[in-house]
């Protein structure tokens, strides 16, 4: 090989993309060196579920697309995008005892492909990404790099510790209530939310629903380019984000001009208890954003004190965990037990099946309510909001698990997780957390910026402008390739 491994497991997908075009090395090299790092590291993370090392090698040295990613190794999350002939387990024991095989590739798994990326695995999740802590029965849980006593958030917790420990320099992830940017905010990287409808979530999954596919990595230019080649809409999509400031690769650098930025660092209920670190955290990066030229102020939308919104929320999350779980009894051939699933997920469901239909459709209501006023603050002239990502910083393990006596203590201790968060879930608009931070212990700490809708422009040319003040990329975890 032509480069120390080391130095590999530090460049970003784009500069590795580089290197394979440039011939510095193959894309079975590179592939191989991502299989040594799994193999060197992921017996104390926990993050790879499925390893299809053969088959990758065998793309690699094959006939792989001419796309700008063409032999970056890549780990999907193993939860909706599908790759056919893999396991498809969504953290179920249920799932993984049938050992259940996709029998074909979701949209963004076909998007990874054709762009070049090498699919070397699928990472770890909590059962269905219901939660916020990526500590499932069925594999246990995926441990934090930056210090393994604790953990990596979720549910996209698997592809954080990977991309964050060098495995591979960014990886699939999915956020439906904050499990793209709470993880991110965990493991010191970038974690951007799309817009609704900016990517396909075909076949299982439809785009008006909370949840939405992108990336975890360690620099913004990742998380554009990534993008560029994975927000084609396809055939039957229900909801298609506009096109504003594509290719989103050349707004990295480019000027965003003098915005208009409010900071919100109170704790959204007065029930939730906002860590010092985490508020103080917000309240730096705010004082960064004035000195880049920005004009910042405290504020927030009005319509974000509406607490009512987490019980619609909730009343939508569970109904949708018990769809889920008939859906996939369908996909098994059978009905689900309380035996396939662990207690937590069985008493979601279970209370999902209880609501009535006009219970579901009043929720929907009530958030379509939410994000119309929601996007009020951002027509009135308010460019960016800035939030702490998380509430606290990365929990212990164990810390956010369920016990039989306590099957929801998973679910009530994620809520400070994703107080900032899942609301950008319900209106739809993009959001991005960046590694600004750390605690004083040395854990990462997360701040969120949220634009109107379809502006994933103006998040990464702000998100640009931090990168470089801060460079968080050169500070990576103690647990690295």
Known sequence: MAHADGELARLDAVALAQRIRNGDLTPAEAVQATIDRIEALDGQLNAVTTRRFEQALDEATGDLPDGPFRGVPFLLKDLWPASKGDPFHMGSSGFK??????????????????????????????????????????????????????????????????????????????????????????????????????????????????????????????????????????????????AIGQPYAARVGADPGRLRIGVWSEPPSDDLDLHPECQQSANDAAALLEALGHDVSVAHPAMADDREIAMQFAAVWLSGAAANVINLGAMLGRELTQADLEPATWTMAQLGSDLSGVDVLQAQGAMHTFRRGMAEWWEDGWDLLLTPTTMQPAPRIGELTSTSEEPLRNAIRSIPYAAYTSMFNVTGQPAISLPLHHTAGGLPIGIQLVAAYGREDLLIEVAAQLEAEVNWAANRAPLHA
């Open 97 to 242: 005892k049938a050992n259940y095989i996709a029998n074909a590739d979701s949209v963004i798994t076909q998007r990874y492909r054709d762009a070049g990326f090498v699919l070397v695995g699928r990472t770890n999740t909590p059962e269905l990404g219901l939660v916020a802590t990526t500590e499932p029965l069925a594999y246990g849980p995926t441990r934090n790099p930056w210090n393994t006593d604790y953990g990596t958030g979720g549910s996209s917790g698997g592809a954080a510790a990977a991309v964050a420990s060098g495995m591979v320099p960014a990886a699939n992830a999915s956020d439906g209530g904050g499990s793209i940017r709470i993880p991110a905010a965990m493991c010191g990287l970038v974690g951007l939310k799309p817009s609704r409808g900016r990517m396909s979530m075909g076949p299982l999954q439809d785009e008006w629903g909370l949840s939405v596919q992108h990336v975890v990595s360690h620099s913004v230019r990742d998380a554009a380019a990534i993008m560029d080649v994975t927000a084609i809409a396809t055939l039957g999509d229900g909801v298609i984000a506009p």
